[in-house]
């Protein structure tokens, strides 16, 4: 059941749309004001923006958007964005639905996965017929979205266009990059190694990209209370197959992960970002090279190298 606070954010979102569809946007004269959902999204949109748009992520580093609730402040955003960008595929919950009507509305709203081929997309049996929304976790993936935001982009800006769309191959080649990257990374990583034992269930693009077999203690849900006999479960299949480490989410309850790890013997590994990436100019160093956890290409390094690091011991 929806609680009274969720029906209040619905209420005023709606109200706000309303007001927003029924007003005439006004011409921007500046840069265009560009609002965006997850980290991933937002890091994208400065990359390939640059100083043409002005960029307001309504999450920030360590938030859930499975369970992200808009605030009043996040209404007066999206009421006066030129632009909107979310994920889709239902990772911003019911968020999407309210993204919809806003587009109908007359708001210009581009989910960025839209343009990903179905084959590429994963349909894990526990996800209940829908698609796996963490697709950044391969990074050739996550490039499809790429020519999404540059088409957006362009539409609204067609004077700038040629701009955008060379931004987005610089782009889509440093994505290429880190992927070959990450590949090499993990080769050092024996095959027996790679097991990715996490809170939630948001690695699979990543274990089918480098060859990890994916553990979510708590399934798809970061709400749902794992139960004892998979508790159990998991325990004993550390035990057997010997796995060194396991590891906490940033955005995500560590408790179980911390009791897995005093009863089974294998170590905390460290955190690695999955709905989130870092704090924005927080440099990490780690296998000979710096890189900023709060952009895409230092997230995948940060996590590459804590897993690598971690399993390979």
């Not at 963490?134 to 957006?152: D, G, K, Y």
């Not at 097991?195 to 089918?208: P, Q």
């Not at 804590?306 to 399993?311: F, P, Q, R, Y």
Request: with cysteine; hydrophobic share 40%.
């Amino acid at each position: 059941m929806l609680s009274i606070k969720w029906l209040s954010n619905i209420y005023i979102l709606l109200l706000a749309l309303i007001i927003s569809g029924c007003s005439k946007t006004e011409e921007n004269h500046g840069a265009i004001r560009v609002v965006t959902t997850t980290t991933m999204i937002t890091d994208m949109l400065r990359e390939i923006g640059g100083d043409q748009i002005k960029v307001s992520g309504l999450m920030g580093p360590g938030v859930d958007p499975h369970l992200y609730k808009a605030s009043a402040s996040d209404v007066s955003k999206l009421q006066n964005a030129d632009a909107i960008f979310y994920s889709g595929l239902h990772l911003e919950g019911r968020m999407a639905d309210l993204f919809v009507k806003m587009s109908r509305n007359g708001k210009k709203v581009w989910a960025i996965s839209e343009d990903i081929p179905k084959d590429k997309l994963l349909e894990p049996p526990e996800f209940s017929g829908n698609y796996d929304p963490h697709i950044w976790f391969n990074p050739e993936i996550w490039t499809s979205c790429i020519n999404t935001v540059v088409t957006a982009l362009s539409s609204i800006d067609k004077t700038n266009a040629q701009t955008y769309q060379t931004r987005g191959n610089d782009l889509a080649a440093k994505y290429h990059k880190v992927h070959k990257w990450a590949k090499s990374r993990v080769e050092k990583l024996p095959p027996k190694n790679r097991v990715l034992i996490t809170s939630h269930d948001a690695f699979n693009y990543f274990g089918k990209a480098y060859g990890f077999e994916v553990i979510g203690v708590q399934g798809i849900s970061t709400v749902s209370e794992a139960g004892l006999a998979d508790i159990t479960k998991i325990i004993d299949f550390i035990k057997e197959r010997k796995v060194k480490a396991i590891f906490l989410e940033t955005s995500v309850s560590g408790n179980y992960i911390e009791r897995i790890s005093n009863d089974s013997g294998a170590i905390v590994g460290g955190e690695i970002f999955s709905d989130a990436m870092g704090a924005p100019g927080e440099i990490e160093k780690s296998n000979g090279e710096s890189y900023d956890v709060g952009t895409y290409i230092g997230m995948i390094k940060h996590n590459v190298n804590t897993i690598v690091n971690s399993l390979g011991k």
